[in-house]
């Protein structure tokens, strides 16, 4: 069985600081790990993808993420905030195979203050 | 290349009704998903189809069911529709096992 923790519904920065979301998970099998954004009235947008080879992953709009087998984690960060980063960041796993089904965690709301 | 489709946008039912969902994945793509997402509850999985097949389901009655045709394009029906069938229903689709999910915007369901 698989499952995902983000811890916190809310998280609220500055435009220009340092964006963190923190994402951890439980596998019985080796993860696939996936950041996705969803603005409003909109479906989700793949941000990133972990699936085993390098363990730090960039992505799209200057976010990346660092999957940490020691640690079960996979914690999304950018650099610098910007106002258009302001939306609901999902962290989801699911394991090799074909009929391994996506889980996703509940979800963090992402404010960038100006 | 287009990306996943999904009609209505938007459906204002009343208990009791049926409904079918529509979703055209993106082309190449066999395998299509079906998610519910609400506020309390989250993202949830319904089922996912390959090549016409179910492959995968989650845990909602039987009142929620599925197909895909030999296009790969996916229909999702409820039945006996209830207050808490309320939510917005995403399609996702992918070209092989273990790639990313590429989402559709939704159907928004309210049930009056």
């Known amino acids: 069985a698989q499952s995902v923790t983000q811890l916190g519904s809310h998280v609220s920065v500055s435009e220009g600081a340092l964006v963190l979301l923190r994402c951890n998970y439980s596998s019985s099998v080796p993860p696939y790990l996936f950041w996705y954004v969803q603005y409003p009235n909109q479906g989700l947008q793949l941000l990133l993808k972990y699936t085993s080879a390098a363990t730090l992953v960039k992505g799209i709009n200057g976010f990346e993420a660092e999957f940490k087998k020691s640690e079960t984690s996979f914690h999304l960060t950018k650099p610098s905030a910007h106002m258009s980063d302001a939306a609901e960041y999902f962290c989801a796993v699911s394991g090799p195979g074909a009929n391994s089904k996506l889980t996703f965690g509940k979800g963090i709301t992402l404010s960038v203050r100006p | ?112």
Not at chain 2, 16 to 34: A, D, E, K, M, Y
Not at chain 2, 35 to 44: E, K, N, S, V
Not at chain 2, 70 to 88: H, I, K, Q, Y
């Open chain 2, 1 to 112: 290349k287009a990306g996943v489709t999904q009609t209505p946008r938007y459906l204002i039912k009343t208990r009791g009704q049926q409904v079918t969902l529509s979703c055209s994945p993106i082309s190449g793509h066999r395998s299509v998903s079906w998610y519910q997402q609400t506020p309390g509850q989250g993202l949830q999985f319904l089922f996912e189809y390959f090549s016409e097949t179910q492959r995968n389901k989650g845990n909602f009655p039987g009142r929620f069911s599925g197909r895909q045709f030999s296009n790969s394009r996916s229909e999702m029906n409820v039945s006996t529709l209830e207050l808490g069938d309320s939510a917005l229903y995403l399609c996702a689709s992918r070209a092989e096992e273990n790639q990313p999910q590429h989402f559709g915007d939704g159907t928004r369901l309210s049930i009056l």
